[in-house]
């Protein structure tokens, strides 16, 4: 299915892109491999990285030289290529390296397109489940067909989901009022990294609460859910301009119900 003729050739890169990093990634998952710690000690600081995400990026961005050599490139694990043009991609190889190296199959490789600071084109594949994620404004696709979220019109009504809650907050303040929102939904269901993101595109989770993002955890997700019919916002209710505090809802009407809860004081 064609979403957009203006957006065809950005996504014919996209499956290009994924073509080419699937094998890269697969070849290490469910292996003994070596296992390096970004962060600074081995508690809620552990930040994996494994060959797999190295040459995943690697690969990634070998690819867009070639098509793009004049756009900026981002990514996790390498340095920032800035070309001083209006688009830029952002690349996070294997989000959620700690369920990869556990053998759980809710990691994906992340690539968005940004012109002018604003995301166009998201991507999220999970090849070991064979399942490809690719959003615009036009709508979102999984493997070629479309996509929508799930109405839902309360909390009590949610499924809502976060990384981890006991790690990925920020302080204390944060932690509870998640689990203040999680104590009233119906299910709390955690640890799925962007495929939690994805399940709200596909219309079987209806919130996702989150902090501490980079640009390259959420930006290609961004699209996936306003494609579907989501919205995607910080706790306040604004645009996600980086990363940070992030919201992402089916349903515009259960996400002003969130936000109201996450400005209420503890």
Request: glycine content about 8%.
């Given at each position: 299915?064609?979403?957009?003729?203006?957006?065809?050739?950005?996504?014919?890169?996209?499956?290009?892109?994924?073509?080419a990093a699937?094998?890269?990634?697969?070849?290490?998952?469910k292996?003994?491999?070596?296992?390096?710690?970004?962060?600074?000690?081995?508690?809620?600081?552990?930040?994996?990285?494994?060959?797999?995400?190295?040459?995943?990026?690697?690969?990634?961005r070998?690819?867009?030289?070639?098509?793009?050599?004049?756009?900026?490139?981002?990514?996790?694990?390498?340095?920032?290529?800035?070309?001083?043009?209006?688009?830029?991609?952002?690349?996070?190889?294997?989000?959620?390296?700690?369920?990869?190296?556990?053998?759980?199959?809710?990691?994906?490789?992340?690539?968005?397109?940004?012109?002018?600071?604003?995301?166009?084109?998201?991507?999220?594949?999970?090849?070991?489940?064979?399942?490809?994620?690719?959003?615009?404004?036009?709508?979102?696709?999984?493997?070629?067909?479309?996509?929508?979220?799930?109405?839902?019109?309360?909390?009590?009504?949610?499924?809502?989901?976060?990384?981890?809650?006991?790690?990925?907050?920020?302080?204390?303040?944060?932690q509870?009022?998640?689990l203040?929102?999680?104590?009233?939904?119906?299910i709390?269901?955690?640890?799925?990294?962007?495929?939690?993101?994805?399940?709200?595109?596909?219309?079987?989770?209806?919130?996702?609460?989150?902090?501490?993002?980079?640009?390259?955890?959420?930006?290609?997700?961004?699209?996936?859910?306003?494609?579907?019919?989501?919205?995607?916002?910080?706790?306040?209710?604004?645009?996600?301009?980086?990363?940070?505090?992030?919201?992402?809802s089916?349903?515009?009407?259960?996400?002003k119900?969130?936000?109201?809860?996450?400005?209420?004081?503890?």
């Amino acid at each position: 299915m064609i979403i957009s003729e203006g957006f065809n050739p950005y996504i014919d890169l996209m499956h290009e892109l994924a073509d080419a990093a699937a094998p890269v990634s697969l070849k290490y998952f469910k292996k003994n491999i070596d296992i390096n710690n970004k962060g600074p000690k081995l508690n809620s600081s552990f930040d994996p990285v494994t060959i797999a995400d190295l040459n995943t990026e690697k690969t990634i961005r070998e690819i867009i030289r070639k098509h793009y050599p004049d756009h900026n490139i981002m990514g996790e694990e390498q340095p920032d290529e800035q070309k001083n043009s209006n688009y830029t991609w952002i690349i996070d190889p294997i989000d959620g390296t700690r369920a990869y190296i556990t053998g759980i199959p809710t990691w994906g490789t992340l690539v968005a397109l940004q012109y002018k600071g604003k995301t166009i084109v998201g991507m999220l594949d999970q090849p070991y489940l064979k399942e490809r994620y690719i959003g615009t404004s036009k709508g979102t696709l999984l493997n070629g067909n479309k996509i929508k979220t799930r109405a839902c019109k309360t909390i009590r009504e949610a499924t809502i989901s976060t990384t981890d809650p006991l790690t990925l907050f920020t302080n204390q303040n944060e932690q509870d009022k998640f689990l203040r929102i999680a104590a009233d939904a119906k299910i709390m269901r955690n640890g799925y990294d962007c495929y939690a993101y994805a399940m709200v595109a596909a219309g079987f989770i209806d919130v996702v609460i989150e902090s501490g993002l980079e640009a390259y955890d959420i930006q290609a997700l961004i699209p996936i859910i306003e494609g579907a019919g989501g919205i995607v916002t910080n706790w306040q209710g604004a645009p996600v301009i980086t990363g940070g505090q992030v919201v992402a809802s089916g349903d515009t009407i259960v996400h002003k119900q969130v936000i109201k809860s996450l400005n209420k004081a503890i």
